[in-house]
């Protein structure tokens, strides 16, 4: 069985290199289907399409952006090669901007983390990339345990409001017969009001019409049924998302039916509590993956 997992989680790991640390941070939101946004440095570009295997490897829905950072130390940087060229233009131009709007020139470590300064030898390309993939498969193994840390929340909470549904079904349940033989009275009272005859076998026709459009029975069954199929697919864990959403869609039709047939104020008012129930369950719900 695959845990729960909400799409929404943030992971963030780092680690030394020869290049300075490497940061790698992974946030997702809910999303229809998987969307993977990369912010790579120059030298990492390479690896996008493998770290795109990577997540859709371990995700299937959410929209995830990646973050990786490479932040040269000063000793670190002392081994690179500077671009002569690039850094007498960027001076230049650090020049001119700190003097027309009188701001502090930038430090050196901020000038050589300038994109196209400074790099590694190429010896070090291989390397470096390597040390990428393993922090980014220790970020995305993070970003999986606190996805399904609020995957278990929300399971719990959609859990609590399908008990909930049970018992508002059980009640309403409870109160068909009561309800049925009351409108049986009422028809009957109503009829001695009005002082006429009616022929029996048209009022017991009449009655069963009543009844059959009045009956609920089968809303009730199907929403008892959908709250099982909710438990089932919970049980079976993620990626879930997408049938719950739909069974949340078939909890509300039945809910909205039960309400067009009611013929009582306790019946409207089950059936209205029924859609909170469904609505709370929905939004709880547009979270799993």
């Known amino acids: 069985m695959t845990s729960i997992r909400s799409m929404t989680a943030f992971a963030r790991e780092s680690g030394s290199t020869e290049r300075g640390v490497l940061t790698v941070e992974l946030r997702t939101v809910n999303h229809r289907y998987l969307d993977c946004n990369f912010k790579l440095p120059d030298d990492l570009r390479a690896l996008e399409p493998q770290l795109r295997e990577q997540l859709a490897s371990k995700l299937t829905r959410g929209k995830v952006d990646c973050l990786v950072r490479l932040q040269a130390t000063a000793t670190q940087a002392s081994g690179f090669n500077v671009n002569s060229e690039a850094l007498a233009q960027l001076a230049a131009a650090a020049d001119l901007v700190a003097g027309e709007f009188k701001l502090r020139k930038p430090s050196a470590l901020e000038v050589l983390q300038y994109p196209g300064i400074c790099h590694a030898p190429d010896s ?96 009730l069954d199907r929403l008892t049924t959908h709250c099982e199929e909710v438990r089932r697919a919970l049980k079976k864990g993620s990626p879930c998302g997408r049938r719950l959403d739909f069974l949340m869609q078939e909890l509300n039709r039945e809910a909205n039916t039960l309400s067009s047939k009611s013929n009582s104020s306790g019946t409207t008012q089950s059936a209205v509590e029924l859609k909170v129930l469904i609505e709370q369950m929905r939004e709880q719900i547009q979270n799993i993956e």
């Open 124 to 219: 070090d390309e291989e390397t470096l990339q390597q040390a990428a993939s393993q922090l980014f498969g220790k970020t995305l193994d993070s970003l999986l345990r606190f996805r399904e840390r609020e995957g278990e929340k929300l399971a719990a909470l959609v859990v609590e409001r399908l008990a909930l549904v049970d018992a508002e079904v059980a009640t309403t349940r409870a109160a068909l017969p009561a309800l049925r033989q009351h409108q049986h009275q009422r028809l009957q009272q109503r009829i001695a009001e009005l002082g006429v005859e009616v022929d029996q076998g048209r009022l017991e026709q009449e009655l069963v019409y009543l009844a059959q459009k009045a009956d609920v029975d089968e809303e």
